[in-house]
Each structure stands twice: as structure tokens, then as C-alpha cells.
């Protein structure tokens, strides 16, 4: 088995602990926002990996990398500022 | 290459066939002027009836459709594409190269945006068309518009969205990746670059318009709330829109920015001034255009530090668009300046844009728009900026480019003619409007002391109607008895004028390139280039027909849809099975993709633009789930287990296409078979545990219109799902050549570009799981 | 002046339509001097740095002059956008002791309910030099409600409730219109402000029967 295969199998082991780790952290008699945010900050963490190892973006230039981040930029300032503007509105 | 291959220009096989860039620019150009006269007809009608509010032209439904198609088509259906006709033609040809980089994209593109349009035409004859303003707000164009046209247009509407993807992609790669040798990003004609900073926009924007329009088509058809509610309703609709309007307001004008550059330098014999900061200053509008969209909603009671927010950004960017008219006009000192029709399009659209933008910073101030929301003053404020800025600014490049088209010259004097009926036409037409600033949009009915201005107005249309008979007359007459243009009628700078007039289908003798800082071109070798590329392909159309069929069988009779996806199947594999060439030039200036081969380059983009869908469509969810009073708690509605199996499941899919592709680079073929075999079982694993807790859900009478909490599951859910489902069909495909031994060695890039987009669905999953599952 | 809110309309708008046009006329008329006077004439010299064809895109060098310009355009926008903020903040800081009416858009028509439950189609009864504070809601589509003639205008949304207030000086009666494109109906959704002098306003509001 070639190199490429063993960070496979590797980035898939941490992938599966990462979501077994989700499922612990969120039977965990700790505060709900702590909960919440570490399940999502997991989340992102595996979704980097795939990008990284799967998609093979650790192996391209930066360019490509830097090309897909203007799209998650884009969406991240649309998740903000709309979700921002109904804060503390009261919709019956 | 073989001029031969395409049929003469007389031919409908030859239109129907082609691929090619410039025959599909001219396909563009026709069918973006026919929908100009369809546009215009339709404003002149409600223009009459605007003329004597005592009038009965039009009834309130009537007046309303006219109003709205007028607006979709114009802005959709007209602009762009009238911008795209010149890209098409223009881009390959300013920057060297033979073709696009996805010749049968291209023309696939075209097809869409046709049948697109001819979906929204269609609803005319449907009991009515789209009749709830071009900006489809919520809720009247979900809850409270039952038609069945407006189900057909919003589908029109989707195949345009289809189409933009399909060119966005063709034109980030053909750009980045097919310029001469020496052609630096910076050094692009500013028309070329101003074709890429709008695809970029393009790229992230339109996959707004898509989901929107998925998340209202399920509101009416499948019968979710996302807008129905009053949690999601009238204020999400505004957020997805206006993100993809916004941006789509320049998207329409960048290409007629790039107009004025190149015919600026022509037409005055000088550099453009401070070319450099134009450039930057595009960049900066392109990237801000992105984060000002909130203006349009500054009375809907967003929040304040919001609202501030926008208002900044809005005035602000003024900015960028001052250094760059004004480096426009500095260009004119010391200039030798021949006002040629071109020039003077440009100039009279350069300013209008002037008024257009001054207009632009009033209604970034919110204070202004307590006054000016929803009036006449909006409606000329965006004529001036998008028919005199963005439609008379591509006019002066039909002009501009008329001659290299055709090989003939247009009539001068016609020309000047429909300028001065231009410019006479359209300020009687818009300038009145700003001064009926508090007379609302969109109503036959108004105070009589506003009747003279609505009156001259409504001349000023007419004299701007036939502004546009005198520009037809003229193109068709010229393309007989014009007089031969030759390569360079303009003595212009730029590449496009150094072959000759039309060019040949490989455009230039030889290889364009600036390796030394000055254009030469390299002897083609016969020898290197093998094959001869194709140009010719029945399948874009093909494609197109079967879409266009299955989405026209949702509103009328269920048969035509279920023949439109058999058709669609057979072109899909008739389109992946055909041989068609299309080589890359070896050599080209490729910064910053170099090392990033132009199929990888094309999926990363595509996947961009699924980046901002899937992003749209979960923003819609934590949007109307923080709007929420309450929300179910975890476990209760959604049964965690489902959840976390179909997690596994896809994590491990992702593993074994990797898997995969390790085998089939290695040559091993038991691997690679038996590797997307597993693929396929995991994907139909998650497909069937997916069915399993839907039923469940359905059996407890949970179904899309239950709440909120249901109707972001399923749908969300469900665009995934179906994202798995083409992921499957084309497994299968994979999985059927991978038997006969594809793939192995050389081949295996294909399955690397398959996995880009299985990854990607399987990253959408590691989002849902926890956002709808456990948090 | 009529009322509070074409007060805080009418100082903004001069200076935006002030520095508006002097922008638009300045730039457009330096615009047409330089077109004017480097028209091409026949046997007119070529200048010296004309682009040859075949050469890539040179550029004139002048980024001072460019610099000044903007940099007097970001001044006037820095102006526009603090004036704005100010303008916003009495617009949005209604007087506590306003009278509060409710209204509900509905298609296609105005529903006006007091602050003693009397509720009203079509026609809102104010009295002269008091503050009144509008909460704006729809109970179907999206609607928008404009005071013409007083500079007024909210968005009336299903669901939800904005705030708008105005205080007007002189009695008299203004058309409500609605802003938004709401269906067959919406050039007709019109309804009335009557401003009445405050002592002819009490004793109809005294002698209103709210069931």
C-alpha cells in the first residue's frame, strides 16, 4: 500500500472519531452553548479534513484553495448579516 | 482544424450543430434582441397605459404581468445575454485562444437560456404569468398568487440559473487557463476583464437565485413554509434575493464597463488612464458588491447595527465607481478623440451612468429611503444605472465589434441617428420619473397634477423604441451592402482586430503570443495538433429539449415530464459517450493556475458555485430557526440514530472513492471495480435508511407542511438526497466503463473530478448531521 | 414645515440634491470641455503614446490626480453617511408621550385600531402637534405604507411589526398609499390621514362606542 493510501485510511479513522466524539460531547452534562459550539467547531474540522486529504487541496497549489474559500467567504457574510438582522425580533 | 466541418452559415444544421464560440455569440445576440423587442413591447404597452391613469389598456392583473415580465426578461433574458453575445465572440478572440474551453458547454448554455426563456413565454398562455413584480416577494408569490404560470416561469427561471452556472464555469477557465503566452491577468482587454469579474460574481451569486427559487418552488408545490410562515416569510426572502440581486446589478454592467475601456482607447488614440487602480477598483465593487444587498430592505426593520452596516457599505462603494469614471474621463485630456458611433454610445452611456450613480448614494441612505422606497425615484435611479448604463453601453460594443462579426461596416450616419434618438428618447423617458419621486412603482392609478410628466415619459419611450428599429435596419441592411471592413477598421490596439474579419473558426493563422512584450505569432504546426478538433454537437440542444420538457410536464400533464427525463437520459449519455475534441494549447499564460489542469479547474468552480447553494439553503435554516420562538429539542423530532448511520455511511463512501482512485492509479483494476462498487452500495445504503426515516416521519403525520422544523428537514434533507442521487446514476456510468477497464493509469483523473463532488455532498452531510440532528 | 419627519426629509435631501447636482455638473461639464476641445480634426496629429496595434495595454500615469479626486468624493460621502446617522437617530427615537395606533395592511385595504380598541378602515384620524407612533403589521402579504406629502414610509410584514412616527403641525388630509406590489389590488389600496385640530379630534374620540 502506498503512502497515499495510509493517509487515507488514517484521515477516515479520525474522521469516524471526530463524529463518535460529536455523539459523546452531546450526551455530556455540560452548558447546551459549549455543547453546540464544539459539536459545529467538529464539524468544521472534518469538513477541513475531506477538503484537505480527500479533495487532495493540501496536494494543489494554494491558488485552488484560495478559489474555494472566496465561495464559503461569500456564504459566511450572508449567514452573518442575515441572521444578525432579525436579532431580538419578535415574529408572531 | 478543418473549416470545413462547419455546414455554411445558411444552414439550420449549422445553427442547431454548432459549437462554436462565435456562432453561439451570434445565436446569443439574436435571441437577446428578440427578447429586447418582446421586453419593450411589453413596456410601451404599460407605458400607453400609464399615459391617462382614466385609460383601460390594461387591467390590474394585466398591468402587473407586463410590469414583471418586462422587468425579469429585461434584466435576465436581455442584458446578460446581450453581454454574453460579446463575450462569447470577443473573449476567446482578445485573449488568444481557438475556442472557449468547453466548446459543447457553451453551446449547452446558449440551449438553457433559449428554452429558459421559452418556459417563461409559455406561462403567458398558462392562466397567468408571473404577475408579483420581478423581485418575487414573499409572501404574495408564494402563499397568496395560486397560478399555474407562475409555477412554469419560476421554472424558467431555474434553467437560467442552469445555464449561467454552465457558462460561469466555461468562462473562469477559458480565462484563467487559455490566455497567449505573455497575457498577463493585468494586461487583459479591459472588456475581457471585465467579462471575468462578472462570471466571478456570477459564480456566487446565481446560487442564491437557485436556491431561493427552489426554496419558493417547494413552497408552492411541495408545500413547505419557508415563506408561508411568518418566521421565515417576507424577510428571508429578501436576505436570499437581494444577495444575488445586488451583485447581479453589477454583474449586468461590468461587461459595458469593459465597453468603455477598450472603445475609449480606440476611439481617443491614448492609454487609459490609471488602467492599474481601475482594474483594482473593479475588484473592490466586485468583491463589496457582496455585502451591500441590505439597502433594498432598509424599512423591513432590520436590526440597527445592521442597517448602519449596509449604509456604509452602500455609499461607500461610490468609491471604487468614482476613481473609475473619472480615470474614464481623464482618459479624454490630451486624447485625439473620434466620435465615431462606438465612442459616442459610450460617452452618452458614461453619462448616464454619472446621474444614475449620484442617484445610487441618495438611496443608500436610509433616511432618504423612508421617502424614496418603492417610488418612481427607484425606477429611474436603476434605468439609468442598468438600460443607460449596462443596455446602451453593450450597444456601443454591437457597434464596437459589428464590423470584426460581420466583415462589413455599419452605416455611420444610421448610427448617429439612433444615438441622438437614444439620448433624446431615453432622458424624456427616465428624467421625468425621478421628478414623480413620491408617486409609488408599479400602479396604473395615480394623481392627476403627475400626468404631464408621466405623458412625456411615455413619448420619451416610444422615441426610444424606434431608436432601436433605426440599430436593426441598420445591422441587417449593412450586413449586405455595408462596406468591407478589413481587419482593423478602428486602427484599435487589442488582439481580436489581428486576424481577419470574421475570423477563421480557429481564429488566428498560427499561435497568438506576447512572449516578448509585443504581439507575433508562432506558425501552426500541423503535425503537433493531431486530431482535428470537433465543432459540431447535436447533444447541448438535445439536453436542453429534455429539460426544457420534463419541467414543462410539472405544470401541464405529468406524460410530457416522464418523456422529458427519458430524453434527458439519452442525451446525458449520448453527450458523455460522443468523441468531441477540444485541445488546450500547450503553451498560454495560466497565473495563478498553472499547475491546476483545466478539468479541475472547471469541477472546483462548479463546486464553488453547489459551495453557495448548499450555503444559501442551510443560512435559510439557522435564519428561520433563530427567528423561531421555540424549536423542537434534539432527539425528539429527528431520531438521532438515523442521524449518526447515515453519517457512517457516507464518511466511509468518501474512503472507498478514494480508495477507488488509489486502485485505478496503480492499474489495478479488481481494486477499482470493486471500490466504486462499494460506493454504490454505501450510497444506496444511505438513500434507503434516508427513505426509512422519512416514512417514519410521514407515518406520524409529520410531513413537508407540518413546521418550519419538518419543512427545513425535508427540504434540506431532500436537495441533499438528490445530490446523492446523481452522485449514484453517475457511479453507475463510472462503474459500467471501470468493467470494461477504463480508468486504469492515465484515466484515473476521472474519478479524482468524481470525487471532488462526492466529497463535497459528503461534507454537506458532516454539516446537516449536527445542525438539524444534535445541536 | 408640515411635520417631523419632512423636517429631518427636507434638511437631508437639500444637501444630498445640493452636492448631487454640483457633482453631476462639474463632472459632466469638464467631461464635454475635454470632448470639445480634443475632437479629431482632419490631419490633427496622433499623440505620442497612441496604442500600436499588437501592443499590450499601456497605461498614463497619474494616480496624484486621481488620489485628489477621490479623496475629495470620500470627504463628501463621509459627510452624507454622518448626516444620514443623525437624520436616523430622530427617526428611529419616537417622543414617549406619542399616541400609539396600530395598523394592519390587508388586501387591499388599511385597518386602524386606537389606543381605546376603536378600529377604523381606511381612515386614520390624528390631531394636530401631537406625536404619533404608528406599529405597522400586515395580516397577509408584504406591504408598504406611504404618507405622501408627509415623508413617512414603513413596510408592513406578516408577522412582524415596525415602528414609524411622525408629529404633523398643520391640519389637513394626506393620502396613504401602498409601496409594495401586492396583487390585483395594489394601485387602489389607498386610505386617508386626517390631521383635525386637537379639540375637534378629542370630542370625536370622546364620543367613539368601542364595543
Known sequence: MGLRVWVYLSVFAALVLMTVLELILFGMPLPRLIIDMSIVGLAGGKALLIALFFQHLAYEPRSLSAFALLGIGSVVAFLFLSVYSIMGIAFR | MDPQQLPPGHSIKRWLLTTNHKDVGILYLVTSLYFLVLGGILALVFRLQLADPGLNILSPPAFNQAVTIHGLVMVLFVVSPLAFALANYVVPLQIGARDLAFPRLNALSYWLYLFGGLLVMISFFQDRTLDVGWTLYQPLSSAFSPYVGVNTGGLGLALLTASVTVSTVNFVVTIFRSRAKGLRLTALPMFTLGVLLTVLMMLYAFPALLAGIILLSSDRILGTVYFTSPEGGAILWDHIFWFFGHPEVYIVLFPALGVFGDVLVTFSRRPLFARRIIIAAMVVVAALSFLVWGHHMFLTGMHPDVRRAFTVTTIAISLPFDAIILSFIYTLAKARIELKTPMLFVLGSIAIFIIGGITGVFLGSIALDYVLRGTYFVVAHFHYTMAGGALVGLIAGVYYWYPKMTGRMFSEKLGRLQFILTMIGFNMLYFPLFLSWEMPRRVPIYVESLMPLQQVATIGGFIFGVSFLVMFWNLLYSLRYGEPAGNNPWGAHTLEWMTESPPPPHNFDGTPTFADGRLSFIAANGAAHGEPETHLSPWPFMLSLASFTALLGLTTHIMVSIVGVGLLAFSVLGFAGERFISREDPLGERWPFDRVDRMKLAWWTFISSEVVLFGVVLSAYVYVRTASATWPAPGTLLDIGHGAMNTFILLTSSLTVVLALASARTGNRTGTVGFLAATLALGALFLFNKYGEWSELFSHGITFSSSLPASTFFLTTGIHGAHVFAGLLALGYLLARALKGAYLGKGHETLEYFGYYWHFVDIVWVFIFPLFYLV | MVATTVEIFMS????????????????????????????????????????????????????????????????????????????????????????????????????????????????????????????????????????????????????????????????????????????????????????????????????????
Not at chain 3, 406590489?181 to 368601542?210: A, R, T
Request: hydrophobic residues 45%; charged residues 20%; proline residues 6%.
Open chain 3, 12 to 211: 437631508l435631501w437639500s444637501i444630498f440634491s445640493t452636492l448631487g447636482v454640483l457633482v453631476g455638473v462639474v463632472v459632466m461639464s469638464y467631461m464635454i470641455y475635454l470632448i470639445v476641445k480634443n475632437r479629431a480634426r482632419p490631419g490633427g496629429p496622433e499623440p505620442e503614446d497612441a496604442p500600436k496595434p499588437g501592443e499590450l495595454p499601456r497605461e498614463q500615469k497619474g494616480a496624484k490626480k486621481l488620489l485628489i479626486s477621490v479623496v475629495l468624493s470620500a470627504s463628501i460621502v463621509l459627510t452624507l453617511i454622518s448626516l444620514t446617522f443623525i437624520a436616523l437617530d430622530s427617526l428611529d427615537t419616537p417622543p414617549a408621550d406619542a399616541m400609539e395606533v396600530k395598523v394592519v395592511a390587508f388586501q387591499w385595504g388599511w385597518r386602524f385600531i386606537y389606543p381605546n380598541g376603536y378600529e377604523s378602515v381606511g381612515e386614520l384620524r390624528i390631531p394636530r402637534g401631537t406625536p404619533v407612533k404608528l406599529y405597522v403589521t400586515s395580516q397577509d402579504v408584504f406591504h408598504n405604507m406611504g404618507i405622501i406629502g408627509l415623508r413617512l414610509k414603513v413596510d408592513a410584514i406578516p408577522g412582524k411589526t415596525n415602528i414609524a412616527w411622525t408629529r404633523v403641525y398643520e391640519t389637513g388630509v394626506y393620502d396613504i398609499r401602498c409601496f409594495e406590489l401586492c396583487g390585483d389590488g395594489h394601485g387602489v389600496m389607498i386610505g386617508k390621514l386626517v390631521v383635525m385640530d386637537p379639540e375637534e379630534f378629542n370630542s370625536w374620540y370622546s364620543s367613539l362606542q368601542v364595543s
